[in-house]
C-alpha cells in the first residue's frame, strides 16, 4: 500500500487555510445592561466581532422619554441617552480588543462620540480602535427613514466623521455605505449597485471639497470607506452582483479620483443577508434561505465579505430569542471550520457564465450610474424624488410578481399545505417580546442621570457643539467632549437641529407606476366605485406612519394599491405622532386609517390613534394595522377597536383592498 494511500486525513487535509470572515449577529434589547450580558454570551460562543442595534429614538436623535420614543424605547435595539448607557453597554468588554460594528446613521457622529469616550475611560488608545459607524444617511431617505437633517448638513457630518477618523481613529471605517436597505425597499441588482456607488462617489467627492484630508493624504483615505451589502436568494446573480461591485469600485477609484495603490482600491464589505425574504408562513424554510443567501457573499474569494451577520429564521415573526441568534452563528461557523471553503483560490474565475453575468451587471450600472452623474449626483437625485420613485416602482413590480405567482416563494404562494412547526409552538410563540417596564425603567434612569450631572459643563459643552456647527468646523471633538459632560442623545440631536433644520423626504407614491391588471384588480375598482356611489363621494384613506418606525415599504405598496383601486390618498410619510395623525384624519375627512408599524411598538402606538380618534368623536373611522405582529397582539388590537389586523403573510394587496371596501361599508351602516 502507498505512503498516499494510508496518508491519514488530518494530513490530507493540510492546506493553509484563508481567515475566514468576522463571525457577527446584529443584537441589542431592552436595555444597555441585558444587551451587555447578550453580547458577552455570543462572544463567549464564537462570535468574533459585535454588531449593535439601537433603538429608533437612539438612531432618530430622541431621549427615551421624548413623545416620539413613546413605545419605542429598547424595541428594535439598545436604547443609548447618554456616557452612562455606553458604559454599561460595554461593560467588561474591552473596546482596544474589539471589532465593533455599530448601526447607526443621522446620529453616527454622536455614538462614535459616546463609543470613544468610554474606550479612553476604559484606557484605550483611540487610534487602536477597530470597528464601523454605518454612517450612511443618503440611504436613509430612501429606505429607512432614520434621517434627521437635510442632505447638505448630513453630508457635512458624513464628512466629519470621515476626515476625524482618518486622522484620529485610523483603523476604524468611518462610513459604510449600504446597499442593504436599498435591496430591502425593493432595488434591484442594478439598482443596488448604482445607487451604493452614487452614494460612495458624492461622500467621495465632498471628503475631497472639504479640504479636511490633504490631496496626498485623500487616496489612502479612499481605502477606509466600506460597504454593507444585501444578498437574496437568486444566490448567482447576487455573486455575480459582488463581483461586479468589486470591479466597479476599483474602476472608479481609479479613473476618478486618480488611486493608484491597489490595496486602496479594494472593495471591503460586510454583509447581512436578505431578511425582506423571510416568511412568516413556513418559518422554518428561513433557514434554508439564510444559508443560500450566506453562499453568494462567501463563496467567490475574490468578492467575499469581510464580516457576516445573518437574520434569524423567525425575524418574519417577531424578535429573535438567544437560542435562535444563536443556530444563525452555528451556520456560519459549520461554513467556515468545517468545509473546505476557504483552502481554495477563486473557484468562479475563468467561468463563462458568471462572467457575461457579471458584465451584464456592470454595463447596466454604469448606464445608471451615468443617469445620477447628469442629474448633479446621488443628494441632487434624492432631493428629485428620483431615486425613491425609483424604489417604490422595482417594489411594485417585486410584491405584484409574487402575487401573480411569476415569482415562486415556498410556503406563500406555492406548496402552501403545511404541518405545524413545532418551533413555533412552544409557550413563547417561539420569539423573544421585550419586557414592557423596560421602557419606563430606561426613562427614570434618564431622569437620575440629568439630576446627576454638572449642568454648567453640559451648557458649555452645547454651546461648543452648537458654534463648531455654525462655524463649519468639524464637530467629532466637541461631541466627544459633549459625551465626557454627560449630554445626551435628544441634546446633541436638538442642537444640530437648531443649526441645520429637519427635513422630509419625497415619498416616492406619487410617481410610481403600478403594474396590477387583470380580472382581480378589475373587480376591486369596481367594488371601489359602486362604494363610492352608495357614500356620495370618493372613498378616501389615511395611511399613516405613527412612532420611529421608517421603515416604509408596506405603507408605500398599501398607497399605491388603494390608489390605483380608485381610492383617494393621503400619505405624508413617516414619523407621525397619533395626534397628527388623528388630526390629518379630521381635516382630510377621511374614511378609514391604515397603520404600518414595524418596530413592534403597534400595541401602544394603535391603543393609542383608537383612543386619541374616540376622543375627537372620530370613533365611527376604522383603524387597521399592518406589520410584523404576533397573533396574540392581533387578539389585543381588535379587542381595542381595530378593525383589522394584517402580517406579511397577507401579501395580496387587491384582497387587502377588498377588506378595506368591506369594513368601511360596516362602519358606515353602523352608524
Not at 49 to 66: E, I
Not at 76 to 95: A, K, N, Q, S, Y
Not at 270 to 292: D, K, M, W
Request: aromatic share 6%.
Amino acid at each position: 500500500m502507498s505512503k498516499n494511500a494510508t496518508e491519514s486525513p488530518k494530513n490530507a487535509t493540510a492546506a493553509k487555510k484563508d481567515r475566514p470572515w468576522l463571525f457577527r449577529t446584529y443584537s441589542g434589547h431592552s436595555s444597555a445592561k441585558a444587551s451587555n450580558e447578550l453580547y458577552k454570551t455570543n462572544l463567549g460562543k464564537g462570535q468574533t466581532g459585535l454588531s449593535v442595534a439601537f433603538d429608533l429614538p437612539t438612531q432618530t436623535g430622541y431621549d427615551s422619554d421624548h413623545v416620539l420614543a413613546r413605545g419605542e424605547v429598547g424595541k428594535v435595539g439598545v436604547p443609548i441617552c447618554h456616557i452612562g448607557d455606553m458604559r454599561t453597554l460595554f461593560d467588561e468588554i474591552p473596546l482596544e480588543k474589539m471589532n465593533t460594528s455599530m448601526t447607526i446613521n443621522a446620529t453616527s457622529a454622536w455614538l462614535l462620540a459616546l463609543y470613544i469616550a468610554v474606550a479612553e475611560e476604559q484606557g484605550a488608545d483611540r487610534k487602536t480602535l477597530q470597528g464601523t459607524v454605518q454612517n450612511d444617511i443618503i440611504k436613509e431617505y430612501l429606505s429607512r427613514g432614520t434621517y434627521i437633517f437635510p442632505p447638505a448638513p448630513s453630508m457635512k457630518l458624513i464628512t466629519d466623521v470621515v476626515s476625524f477618523t482618518y486622522q484620529e481613529v485610523p483603523k476604524w471605517n468611518p462610513t459604510n455605505v449600504c446597499s442593504y436597505h436599498l435591496q430591502e425597499a425593493g432595488a434591484t441588482p442594478v439598482q443596488e449597485l448604482s445607487f451604493a456607488l452614487a452614494t460612495a462617489i458624492a461622500v467621495l467627492d465632498a471628503v475631497k471639497e472639504s479640504g479636511q484630508i490633504s490631496p496626498e493624504d485623500f487616496p489612502e483615505a479612499t481605502g477606509r470607506i466600506s460597504f454593507f451589502v444585501n444578498a437574496g436568494i437568486r444566490f448567482i446573480t447576487e455573486m455575480c452582483k459582488m463581483r461586479a461591485f468589486v470591479d466597479l469600485w476599483d474602476e472608479i477609484l481609479k479613473e476618478r479620483y486618480g488611486v493608484e495603490n491597489e490595496k486602496f482600491r479594494r472593495f471591503r464589505y460586510g454583509v447581512q443577508v436578505n431578511s425582506l425574504g423571510l416568511t412568516e408562513q413556513q418559518p422554518e424554510n428561513n433557514v434554508y434561505r439564510i444559508l443560500l443567501e450566506m453562499l453568494a457573499v462567501v463563496l467567490s474569494k475574490n468578492a467575499r465579505a469581510r464580516a457576516v451577520q445573518l437574520p434569524a429564521w423567525n425575524e418574519a415573526l417577531g424578535l429573535p430569542r438567544p437560542w435562535d441568534q444563536q443556530w444563525s452563528l452555528r451556520l456560519q461557523q459549520i461554513v467556515a471550520f468545517e468545509t473546505d471553503l476557504l483552502e481554495y483560490a477563486d473557484i468562479f474565475e475563468g467561468s463563462v457564465e458568471i462572467d457575461r453575468k457579471v458584465e451584464e451587471l456592470k454595463t447596466a450600472a454604469r448606464e445608471e450610474l451615468s443617469r445620477i452623474e447628469k442629474m448633479g449626483g446621488a443628494v441632487a437625485a434624492v432631493e428629485s424624488g428620483y431615486l425613491k420613485e425609483a424604489l417604490v416602482q422595482s417594489n411594485t413590480g417585486r410584491v405584484q410578481s409574487v402575487i401573480s405567482g411569476d415569482t415562486t416563494v415556498i410556503g406563500v404562494n406555492k406548496f402552501t399545505e403545511s404541518t405545524p412547526s413545532p418551533l413555533t409552538q412552544e409557550g413563547d410563540g417561539g420569539i423573544m417580546t421585550v419586557d414592557a417596564a423596560a421602557e419606563q425603567e430606561q426613562i427614570e434612569r434618564l431622569k437620575a442621570w440629568r439630576a446627576s450631572r454638572d449642568e454648567d459643563a453640559v451648557a458649555k459643552a452645547i454651546a461648543d457643539l452648537k458654534a463648531a456647527a455654525e462655524n463649519g468646523d468639524n464637530i467629532m471633538e466637541p461631541s466627544i467632549a459633549a459625551a465626557k459632560a454627560g449630554v445626551t442623545t435628544g441634546e446633541w440631536s436638538e442642537a444640530l437641529r437648531n443649526i441645520y433644520g429637519e427635513y422630509r423626504a419625497p415619498t416616492g407614491v406619487s410617481g410610481a407606476i403600478s403594474s396590477t391588471n387583470g380580472d382581480a384588480i378589475d373587480a376591486v375598482r369596481a367594488k371601489v366605485g359602486k362604494a363610492a356611489n352608495k357614500l356620495g363621494r370618493p372613498l378616501k384613506i389615511l395611511v399613516g406612519k405613527p412612532g420611529l418606525d421608517g421603515h416604509s415599504n408596506g405603507a408605500e405598496q398599501i398607497a399605491v394599491a388603494a390608489r390605483d383601486s380608485g381610492m383617494e390618498v393621503v400619505y405624508e410619510g413617516i414619523r407621525l405622532t397619533p395626534d397628527q395623525i388623528v388630526n390629518a384624519a379630521l381635516e382630510e375627512s377621511v374614511h378609514l386609517v391604515g397603520l404600518s408599524i414595524l418596530s413592534g411598538s403597534h400595541l401602544s402606538l394603535a391603543t393609542d390613534v383608537v383612543e386619541k380618534l374616540n376622543a375627537a368623536g372620530l370613533g365611527d373611522i376604522p383603524v387597521v394595522v399592518g406589520g410584523i405582529i404576533p397573533p396574540e397582539d392581533a387578539e389585543k388590537l381588535k379587542a381595542k377597536g381595530i378593525a383589522a389586523v394584517y402580517t406579511p403573510k397577507d401579501f395580496d394587496m387587491t384582497g387587502i383592498m377588498s377588506d378595506m371596501v368591506d369594513i368601511i361599508l360596516s362602519y358606515e351602516e353602523a352608524a
